[in-house]
């Protein structure tokens, strides 16, 4: 699997983004993703993750209520629709495929860099 997030860019807080990543190489429709975020001098941390069976979707508690997880599998493409985005979004954000369905995401995009100005 093959993943390439786009969307990132400089926002001012209280704005909006919506970070996409496209998938290619196998069949997108019955694999969960999930996105994640490292800001600078951190761990890589969970965001939101959305399985293929039943859209059931999850959120890390920092962004529930502002970040939106969804998918079109028309066009192999996943999102994150982040709103009142606040400095502390400030991150490079991946997103990552888990084939299996065990939580463990085996594949991952480059990357795309978000930054929130306060």
């Known amino acids: 699997v093959q993943l390439q997030a786009s969307g990132g860019g400089l926002v001012q807080a209280g704005g909006s983004l919506r970070l996409s990543c496209v998938a290619s190489g196998r069949t997108f429709s019955n694999l969960n993703m999930g996105w994640f975020r490292q800001a600078p001098g951190k761990e890589r941390k969970f965001v939101a993750g959305?399985?293929?069976?039943?859209?059931?979707?999850n959120y890390a508690d920092s962004v529930k209520g502002r970040f939106t997880i969804s998918r079109d599998n028309a066009k192999n493409t996943v999102y994150l629709q982040m709103n009142s985005l606040k400095s502390e979004d400030t991150a490079v954000y991946y997103c990552a495929a888990d084939p299996s369905g065990t939580g463990v995401y085996a594949f991952w995009g480059q990357g795309t860099l978000v930054t929130v100005s306060s």
């Open positions: 959305l399985k293929w069976l039943g859209d059931t979707t």
